[in-house]
Nanobody, 120 residues
Framework: VQLQASGGGLVQPGGSLRLSCAAS????????MGWYRQDPGKQRELVAT???????NYADSVKGRFTVSRDNDKNTVYLSMNSLKPEDTAVYYC???????????????WGQGTQVTVSS
């Protein structure tokens, strides 16, 4: 199983970016999907998650600015980021709780990370 993230880059304060993350390989089902971020020297923190049924959860720092969504048919999760601030600068990691068979437990998988830099 692989999670491939894309869409990061350099953007000015107030700008927008959209991240995508597609899960591929042997997948039976996916529960929660989401995004986390990490600054050098800091712990990885939750940004947003979404259940298979579409229930979302956001960090307080991004509420009203970021939107998480997913396409279950494509095993893909998205993060639309608006009104970006310099403090949003970090490496963003996608996450999926999935299993490859009905006979095994769900396991967390992580993407490789994509850099988001907000700077003028």
């Amino acid at each position: 199983v692989q999670l491939q993230a894309s869409g990061g880059g350099l953007v000015q304060p107030g700008g927008s970016l959209r991240l995508s993350c597609a899960a591929s390989g042997r997948i039976f089902s996916i529960n929660d999907m989401g995004w986390y971020r990490q600054d050098p020297g800091k712990q990885r923190e939750l940004v947003a998650t979404i259940t298979r049924g579409g229930i979302t959860n956001y960090a307080d720092s991004v509420k009203g600015r970021f939107t998480v969504s997913r396409d279950n048919d494509k095993n893909t999760v998205y993060l639309s980021m608006n009104s970006l601030k310099p403090e949003d600068t970090a490496v963003y990691y996608c996450n999926a709780e999935l299993r490859y068979s009905r006979y095994v437990a769900y396991t967390d998988y992580w993407g490789q990370g994509t850099q988001v830099t907000v700077s003028s």
